[in-house]
């Protein structure tokens, strides 16, 4: 009973269905089936499928962000059940991300999000249009493993490069991993500023961020 629930919450992830994703999610609680399977071979199964096959231009961008809206909307439903059962959703590290301060880009950002708490990181998502005081304050305050800096126009890319030098004057660089993002952004870029990686994309951002913590090779 529970594999095929699981089976149908993973698909109705991958064909994009939000409210039917909700729906079989609250299905699940209400039969006092695991909340943390369903996440995991799920919701969680459902987006990284996707996320792989858009990386191999399978599917279109809308495919991914409808998949990515229905495991976000549907993981608000089961992870009150999963902390009430204290089920731990295995943290592997802190991540802040924000789009930079004069952009309003986020639909590239919010996969990046998505995608990396899909894979066990605990995400700080701060927006968009983010003043670099922000990001130094955050970064103070809540001591992240990773600080995630996307930016869409050529204009505001320059504000990774502010935000890492007010983290450097902060004497708060050598604490943080930067990675830098954005349509615009480059691996040359991301270089020139010094920032500790770049990722084309979500799929690469999540492999870049562990690669950046050791998880993997
Ligand atoms: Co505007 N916009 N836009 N725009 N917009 C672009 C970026 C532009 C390239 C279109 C164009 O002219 N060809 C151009 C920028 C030119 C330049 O400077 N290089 C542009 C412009 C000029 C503007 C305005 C100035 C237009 C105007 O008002 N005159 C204005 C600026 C507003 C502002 O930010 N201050 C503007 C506004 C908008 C909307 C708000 C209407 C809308 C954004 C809606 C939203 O995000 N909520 C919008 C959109 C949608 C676009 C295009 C069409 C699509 C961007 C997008 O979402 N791509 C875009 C044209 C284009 O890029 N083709 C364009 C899909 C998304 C999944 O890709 O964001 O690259 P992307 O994210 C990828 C990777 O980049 C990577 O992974 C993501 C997913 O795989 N990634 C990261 C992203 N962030 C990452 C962070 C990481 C790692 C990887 O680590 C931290």
Redesign the pocket.
Known sequence: MSTNLIEKLKEAVIVGDRDEAIKISREIIDKGLDPLEALKRGLVAGVLEV?EK?VREEVF?AD??MSAEAMKAASEVLKPEIIKRGGVVKKFGKVI?G?VA???????????ATMLEASGFEVIDLG??VPTETFVEKVRELKPDV???????????LEQKNVIEALKREGLRDGVKV???????TEEWAKSIGAD?????????VR?VKKLLGLEG
Do not use: C
């Not at 600080?147 to 890319?157: I, K, P, Q, R």
């Not at 990686?197 to 951002?205: F, H, I, K, L, N």
């Open positions: 996320g858009w961008l991914l962000v991300i789009t004069g952009d309003i880009h986020d639909i590239g950002k919010n996969i990046v968009v249009d600080l995630g800096l996307s930016a869409l126009l050529t204009t505001t890319m990675i830098v993002g954005g349509a615009p952004v990686g770049y990722a084309e994309d979500a799929v690469r951002a870049l």
